[in-house]
């Protein structure tokens, strides 16, 4: 009897585990490597980021005429971006791809602080410095998607309409042309926009982790 309670019980937990990291997709599997665990950790960070500007996103489209939170909201959502790139570049002696992510997250570092001084010295338009944001986004997914170009066409192609993508998405923020819209509403759809575009990056990658590290230490 208390073989089949604990036979039970261990199904139960195994059926739990599995379903947290289904929700926690893109899981750490145990068949994988000890880069492929490494990678799949780095990933399920960004995925995290990534519903963070999703939540960020919808923020923006119910709060409305306090300009000064939102500024501090999206600079610290800047600062959450490079600290999510610098633990890229803390793991680039396993991984070789993450050399440059130190640049990344210093670019991002830098742009967080200014648009948390821009929230008091109002040197510019809110619209228009997430714009810039959003351009140098757009470089750096350009960047990647040509790392990417000799280890999976498939990460390289996508990568790289993302990047296009984000240069028009930050092109059209900084005319705004939706003029019977809020500020905020504007800038809430294009952080859930690429919430969502960042999601699927980051899932893509994941499935083809294992062809990418493969490549990568050929």
Sequence with gaps: M?????????????????????FFFPFVRESDSKLEKTFAKLLRNDLFLAFVFIIVGLIFNFITGNQNILSIISGILFLIYA???????????????????????IGSLLLGIFVLINTFVKMMPLNKAIAIWYIYIGLLCLVKSFQLNSLDKKSFTMMLVTSLTTFFLAVVLFINPFK???????????????????????????????????????
Excluded: M, P, W
């Design 2 to 22: 208390y073989n089949e309670n604990d036979r039970k019980k261990k199904q139960k937990n195994s059926k739990k585990r599995k379903k947290t990291r289904f």
């Design 83 to 105: 600290v999510v790139e610098f633990l890229y570049f803390l793991k680039r002696d396993l991984i070789s791809l993450f050399k440059g992510n130190i640049v990344y997250a």
């Design 180 to 218: 019977n819209l809020l500020e905020n509403q504007v800038i809430g759809v294009y952080l859930i926009l690429y919430g969502l575009l960042h999601a699927n990056i980051i899932v893509l990658l994941r499935s083809r982790a294992r062809r990418i590290l493969e490549k990568l230490n050929k």
